[in-house]
């Protein structure tokens, strides 16, 4: 549960929209199945937190979501 006012920060791979960018290796039968930004961008969205992205390069990405007081 994040209290009003607080910050969720995620980073990890992502699913990058150019191919080419896929750069982080991931075994195949990893439990870690990346996902795309705008994908994790609307989960944080649905579950009432307020996202952006703070960094991207690459396969990626950190993102920050806060809570309203």
Do not use: H
């Amino acid at each position: 549960m994040l209290a009003p006012g607080g910050r969720f920060v995620l980073g990890d791979v992502i699913v990058p929209e150019d191919p080419a960018d896929v750069v982080t290796p991931i075994d195949d039968g990893s439990y870690d199945k990346p996902d795309r930004v705008d994908d994790q961008l609307a989960w944080l969205r649905d579950v009432g937190l307020e996202p952006q992205v703070t960094w991207l390069a690459g396969d990626l990405a950190v993102l920050a979501a806060d809570r309203s007081v």
